[in-house]
């Protein structure tokens, strides 16, 4: 593939979360759970210019992903976009503008023609995200406990996959959450753990898959080292040190690299 898409991790977990998908003709804000200070001083920090957005797309209602958004509103004009029941399920989002989307709909931002399908979270009706042109493809899922069929089928070889790798589960087994709070993670409804992504990888990495970027990683429950083996593993990459100063994995032939996005260090994948 051509890259034509470009990610930009400004934050990933469970305290906030936000990302630019930068296309041909402008940027995706995809969920906006930090606020405007942080979001604007990430992107600086990685060069990204935040006035080539065009569009916010909210995968679902939970702050972590919406709580930064209304104060972003007060200086932004472009489309916002989400299902109806992400709208509906918080009263600070039904008075904005949104275009409502269904969870398998197609629509065109910024130059990239926007897939959304459907993910398993214990919200109203929340979504994943592919974004392509007609030489790149760029595969968002995260907060979801499972990967139905519809999901695997529209991000299966994709040239980055930002999938969510959440936690360990002998860790999670054995941690400080409550039993309630334990299941509710581990159940289908809840957070990918790191050999659930680790296993949909041997579906979803094809021949143009350049790079997998781990997110939405538990700091509780997960390690980034954990989780960057754990993945490696399932691609036959070894773990490296990466020019940021970050581990990543790379296989043998250079062709793949994995890595993990974070809380509060933004990440950029060209």
């Known amino acids: 593939m051509t890259p034509e898409i470009h990610l930009h991790v400004l934050a990933s977990g469970s305290k906030g979360n936000a990302a630019v998908v930068e296309g ?18 990430r992107a600086d920090e990685l060069g990204v210019d935040m006035g080539r957005v065009t569009a916010v797309v909210l995968t679902h209602e939970h702050s972590d992903h919406v709580g930064g958004l209304t104060v972003f509103c007060n200086h932004f004009e472009g489309e916002l976009v989400a299902t109806a029941g992400t709208v509906g399920a918080r009263s600070y989002l039904t ?7 269904g969870h398998s709909d197609e629509l065109e931002l910024a130059g990239m023609r926007v897939r959304t399908f459907p993910t398993s979270h214990d919200v109203a009706d929340p979504v ?37 790798s959440n ?18 993670v581990a159940g289908p409804t809840g957070h990918l753990s790191n050999a659930q992504a680790a296993a949909a990888l041997g579906e979803l990495v094809g021949e143009d ?13 997960n390690r980034p080292s954990m989780c960057l083996r754990t993945l490696a593993e399932a691609v036959g990459a070894e773990v490296v040190a990466g020019e940021d100063g970050r581990d990543e994995a790379r296989t043998r032939d250079g062709r793949l690299t994995v890595c993990c996005a974070a809380q509060d260090w933004p990440l950029t994948v060209w």
Do not use: W
Not at 95 to 101: A, E, N, S
Not at 134 to 150: K, S
């Open 24 to 41: 041909p003709a402008g940027s995706v804000l995809v969920d906006c759970g930090i606020s405007r200070r942080a979001l604007l001083g």
């Open 167 to 184: 936690h360990d589960e002998r860790m999670l087994a054995t941690g400080p959450y409550p039993a309630y709070l334990k299941a509710r």
């Open 95 to 101: 008075g904005l503008p949104f275009t409502i989307v």
């Open 209 to 221: 898959t350049e790079c997998v970027v781990a997110m939405h990683l538990s700091q509780e429950n």
């Open 128 to 164: 994943g995200l592919r974004f392509s042109t007609a030489d790149d493809a760029l595969g968002f899922c995260t907060d979801t406990g499972e990967l139905g069929a519809e999901a695997l089928d529209t991000l299966r070889g994709v040239r980055i996959l930002a999938l969510e």
